[in-house]
């Protein structure tokens, strides 16, 4: 099943600011695996915040960017310590800008080290036994000079 349908199919995003914090108060950003058809809108928003003429233009784009990949965040609180609930048109009421940035390139990168580790979830088990044969004692170049 590709992996776009799978129930699942999401990842967390841990912004360059929290990581250090505990895991149990980090606040992450939860995003999905965006399909092909996704893929073209998505590009379509970079370019055109690469070719925008002004700051606001490029907010404007990343914000959609990060519209279409957030699906949820956990530990997200307010100044005092209450909840924020998630609400992805709301993510620039809680980001700066260099946060917002990091969160679009996340959602771009589609965060390859959890795809990889999806996809050998998936992975059915197959025999990972040797299969070739070794070469012990088999002539070579160093022991049969030609």
């Given at each position: 099943?590709?992996?776009?349908?799978e129930?699942?199919?999401?990842?967390?995003?841990?912004?360059?600011?929290?990581?250090?914090?505990?895991?149990?108060?980090?606040?992450?950003?939860?995003?999905?695996l965006?399909?092909?058809?996704?893929?073209?809108?998505?590009?379509?928003?970079?370019?055109?915040?690469?070719?925008?003429?002004?700051?606001a233009?490029?907010?404007d784009t990343c914000?959609?960017?990060?519209?279409?990949?957030?699906?949820?965040?956990?530990?997200?609180?307010?100044?005092?310590?209450?909840?924020?609930?998630?609400?992805?048109?709301?993510?620039?009421e809680?980001?700066?800008m260099?946060?917002?940035?990091?969160?679009?390139?996340?959602?771009?990168?589609?965060?390859?080290?959890?795809?990889?580790?999806k996809?050998?979830?998936?992975?059915?088990d197959?025999?990972?036994?040797?299969?070739?044969?070794?070469?012990?004692?088999?002539?070579?170049?160093?022991?049969?000079?030609a």
């Amino acid at each position: 099943m590709p992996l776009t349908l799978e129930p699942n199919a999401t990842y967390e995003y841990i912004l360059e600011t929290d990581r250090k914090k505990p895991e149990n108060e980090r606040p992450a950003f939860i995003c999905r695996l965006l399909p092909g058809c996704e893929w073209r809108k998505l590009a379509k928003l970079t370019d055109a915040h690469d070719e925008a003429k002004s700051v606001a233009e490029k907010l404007d784009t990343c914000y959609a960017a990060i519209e279409m990949g957030l699906v949820d965040w956990k530990n997200m609180v307010t100044t005092d310590g209450a909840p924020i609930p998630f609400d992805g048109k709301k993510a620039d009421e809680i980001l700066t800008m260099a946060e917002s940035l990091d969160l679009m390139q996340a959602i771009l990168d589609q965060n390859k080290t959890e795809l990889d580790k999806k996809k050998s979830e998936l992975q059915s088990d197959s025999n990972t036994g040797q299969s070739v044969m070794d070469a012990q004692d088999k002539p070579n170049a160093k022991t049969n000079p030609a």
